[in-house]
């Protein structure tokens, strides 16, 4: 069994950064596709970013791209996500999410494994 565990969510301004991380506790996820996804009250989870086991490949929303920046330190247990240039659309939710697949996907479903999510609130 993966226990996520996200880290790093809080209020920051419009045009602030913030980094997220999310580790495994009791396990490891250096063998895992990691995602990040978010939700917003009423909406459905949408997918962030994703990364594979190596970091040499990843995936971004469009909502994001150019914004955000997806890393993960094997040797830490380590999945990042940098948020640059943060908006108030950002707000969310924000959860990592692991699969048993050593490949990334965009899709939620291909995902086993779930964090209890972080909050991140951007004031405008």
């Known amino acids: 069994q993966v226990r996520l565990v996200e880290f790093g969510g809080g209020l920051v301004q419009s045009g602030d950064s913030l980094r997220l991380t999310c580790t495994a506790s009791?396990?490891?996820?250096?063998?895992?596709?990691v995602g990040w996804f978010r939700q917003t009250p009423g909406k459905e989870r949408e997918f962030v970013a994703a990364?594979?086991?190596?970091?040499?490949?990843?995936g971004y929303a469009d909502s994001v791209k150019g914004r955000f920046t997806i890393s993960r330190d094997n040797a830490a247990n380590t999945v990042a996500l940098q948020m640059n240039s943060l908006k108030p659309e950002d707000t969310a939710v924000y959860y990592c999410a692991a699969r048993t697949s050593s490949y990334y996907s965009t899709s939620l479903g291909s995902y086993e494994y779930w964090g209890q999510g972080t909050q991140v609130t951007v004031s405008s």
């Open positions: 990364i594979n086991w190596s970091g040499a490949n990843t």
């Open positions: 009791g396990s490891t996820i250096n063998r895992n596709g």
